[in-house]
């Protein structure tokens, strides 16, 4: 079974820290993707990195950047925390890339910024 | 701007009747959909998917309808069951974006026994 496991469930910050959401998976799968999930939004993609070291702009990657640095592991960073920042991040990973490849998902981190 | 719309935020099902979830999308280039359904707590986990060239695909008790030309898939759960209760998000994706799917709002179902 695919893993993908995230550092934290809940978070609460503080108004301008810097804010680290990592993400591991356990499948040496080639892409992993984070998104925040809104109430009336759904999932929205943030970043998604296909290999190491790199990365893509998903739809709404201002305030935020990622890194890569190991295939398993992808983490989101929130440069300067604001509130409007405070949501339910999910991490996902997948073997390959197109629509033919399943994203598997973490189960979320509840981040709350106050 | 919201290119996969799930218009129902909710839906309530007695046990054993069919549960109906419907998605909209805007963008003609989607030919890939997706269904995904996620639990409290927990991540969501891929359903059933459909290429844009069927109009049906079938998986169990899961049945994913497409209609390219009204722009439009359902979802069809016969017979619901209380453990189908949770979210269930829609997704697309079109050649030109590679990676990137693009999901729905979501509709929370909830089957009662």
């Known amino acids: 079974d695919v893993k993908v496991t995230q550092s934290s469930r809940y978070l609460v910050k503080r108004t301008g820290e810097k804010v680290f959401l990592e993400c591991v998976q356990d499948m040496d799968h080639e892409n992993m993707f984070w998104y925040r999930q809104d109430p009336g939004l759904g999932l929205r993609l943030i970043y998604f990195s296909y290999d190491v070291k790199m990365k893509e702009k998903g739809d709404i990657p201002e305030g935020y950047s990622v890194s890569r640095e190991k295939k398993e592991r992808f983490s989101l960073i929130l440069e300067s925390a604001s509130t409007n920042q405070t949501s339910m991040y999910l991490c996902?990973?997948?073997?390959?890339?197109?629509?033919?490849?399943?994203?598997?998902f973490g189960p979320g981190t509840r981040l709350t910024v106050t | 701007d919201q290119q996969v719309k799930q218009n129902s935020p909710s839906l309530s099902v007695q046990e054993g009747r069919i549960s109906i979830l419907n998605c909209d999308y805007t963008n003609s280039m989607f030919d890939y959909f997706l269904w995904y359904k996620k639990y409290p707590a927990e991540g969501p986990t891929f359903l059933i998917s459909?290429?844009?060239?069927?109009d049906k695909n079938e998986d169990g008790r899961f049945t994913v309808f497409l209609n390219k030309s009204a722009k439009h898939l359902s979802l069809h759960i016969v017979p619901s069951q209380p453990g189908d209760s949770a979210v269930y998000f829609c997704a697309a994706s079109a050649p030109n974006t590679g990676n990137q799917f693009y999901f729905g709002t979501g509709t929370s179902l909830t089957v009662i026994p």
């Open positions: 996902a990973s997948s073997l390959g890339g197109g629509p033919d490849y399943e994203q598997y």
């Open positions: 459909i290429s844009s060239i069927k």
